[in-house]
């Protein structure tokens, strides 16, 4: 794999800008120099010009590497936030060279991020999760990454037992071959343990009391894949079995839930630890009588919210941003095969949906089933909705979602040793380039 140099950009560490070069090797991050600590020691007024066709990514011309004569290679990431003690300089004509083994990417005027995770989505640009094949998978991480969403969850909707256990072999098929776009990290079940009070578009005969062995069956099936699944706590047998979930590995979310406050705040004791798409599906907070609403607010549970200004009102969004503060919100799209496409008829799972204006509804009750939303535009809402700047709303589609999964040593942020997904954006935070694993695989330039 070659060896790629990120210049010029204004790299997102420790919540916030900084000057400075990515170097990146075999897929992962090896060194974030400072403009001041290392790449100040390359600057030599130099110029010159390197063909980095990078695959078409960044268009067929070559990158202007202007005021860097050398570049740095640390031997260890161990070092990489102490001073140059160990460094291997490059001229560029070694770089001219050596052109087949590196790529420079001039990011002048864009912002490097980590790439987006998106931990609830039930599919895009015509595929639907509950009956993707491998290369349905395929497709919609190949149509996310073009939306900086370098890393997803399926989420599979409630669905039969056998069609349930054919999405995850599915994933594993997917698993099994060499895959290009976001990565998806595993699968998300929605159900069937919900109540069917809040059933929202689940299909009502398909729910059911809770069933551990049921669970346990399709975590041994899908070989540990089953990262997050969401519960109604107040469904017969489900406080019992929260414990056993975790036990298996997976991160617990409530959510289609009319739970009382008790119950929902017993519920995180036992171990939840997220609530799905909150204000959504779910009863509501009164003051006589909080409900899962309240517990999701006051409790330590991570909040998804969907920011598409239909799901959440602005006011509500700030709400739950200033109440649960920042460290505690996750932005998802739980998007539908919609996605990326006009409006029209589609279905999400067993049900038929009607897309107008770009609002999903089920064709037969009206009630919303999913969104149409992106995580790219989720990020330009949060920006509009808030008025908070990019550096304070990114941890919201980064850092927050790696951690309540599990993947945060490894996905969510800009540091050595982590996995090189990366995304570039221009001052209207709009895509410009993404890279997953090292590899540039999206461009609009």
Not at 14 to 31: A, M, N, P, R, V
Not at 101 to 110: E, L, N, P, S
Not at 313 to 335: E, F
Request: with cysteine; glycine share 10%.
């Amino acid at each position: 794999m070659k060896e790629i140099y990120i210049i010029n950009g204004e790299i997102y560490r420790d919540h916030c800008f900084q000057k400075g070069i990515l170097y990146i090797h075999d897929g992962k991050i090896q060194y974030v120099a400072d403009d001041e600590a290392g790449a100040g020691a390359c600057l030599k007024n130099h110029s010159c010009q390197l063909h980095a066709p990078l695959c078409g990514m960044f268009g067929p011309h070559s990158v202007n590497v202007a005021h860097y004569d050398s570049f740095i290679r640390v031997k260890s990431p161990t070092n990489c936030d102490a001073h140059l003690t160990e460094s291997i300089f490059k001229t560029c004509s070694s770089l001219t060279e050596t052109q087949d083994h590196v790529q420079i990417v001039d990011a002048a005027g864009c912002k490097v991020v980590p790439g987006f995770l998106d931990i609830h989505t039930h599919g895009a640009v015509g595929v639907d999760i509950n009956d993707a094949s491998a290369d349905d998978l395929e497709k919609i991480g190949m149509f996310f990454a073009q939306h900086g969403t370098t890393s997803f969850l399926a989420s599979v909707l409630t669905d039969t037992k056998e069609q349930t256990s054919w999405c995850i072999q599915q994933y594993l098929d997917y698993l099994g071959r060499p895959r290009k776009g976001a990565q998806l990290l595993g699968i998300h079940l929605e159900g069937p343990f919900l109540a069917s009070a809040y059933k929202g578009a689940m299909p009502e005969a398909l729910l059911c009391a809770g069933d551990a062995g049921l669970v346990e069956q399709y975590q041994k099936l899908a070989e540990g894949g089953i990262r997050y699944m969401t519960v109604s706590p107040e469904a017969e047998g489900v406080l019992e079995m929260i414990p056993k979930m975790k036990e298996l590995g997976i991160t617990v979310a409530m959510g289609h839930s009319g739970a009382d406050y008790d119950t929902a705040m017993r519920a995180v004791e036992l171990g939840v630890r997220a609530v799905t798409h909150t204000g959504n599906a779910m009863r509501l907070l009164h003051q006589h009588e909080p409900a899962v609403f309240g517990a999701a607010l006051e409790s330590e549970a991570y909040c998804e919210m969907i920011c598409d200004g239909r799901h959440l009102h602005p006011g509500t969004v700030r709400l739950i941003m200033k109440t649960k503060g920042m460290n505690r919100v996750v932005a998802v799209t739980d998007s539908i095969m919609a996605a990326g496409l006009a409006d029209g008829n589609y279905h999400l799972g067993v049900n038929q949906v009607v897309v107008e204006d770009g609002d999903a509804r089920l064709a037969d009750t009206g009630v919303r089933a999913g969104s149409t939303l992106l995580m790219d535009q989720a990020l330009r809402n949060l920006i509009a909705f808030t008025g908070r700047p990019l550096e304070e709303v990114l941890v919201l589609l980064t850092e927050n979602p790696a951690r309540l999964i599990g993947v945060f040593d490894r996905k969510g942020s800009i540091a050595a040793g982590k996995d090189a997904d990366l995304v570039l954006l221009d001052q209207n935070n709009q895509i410009v380039s993404v890279m997953v694993g090292g590899e540039l695989c999206v461009s609009v330039i």
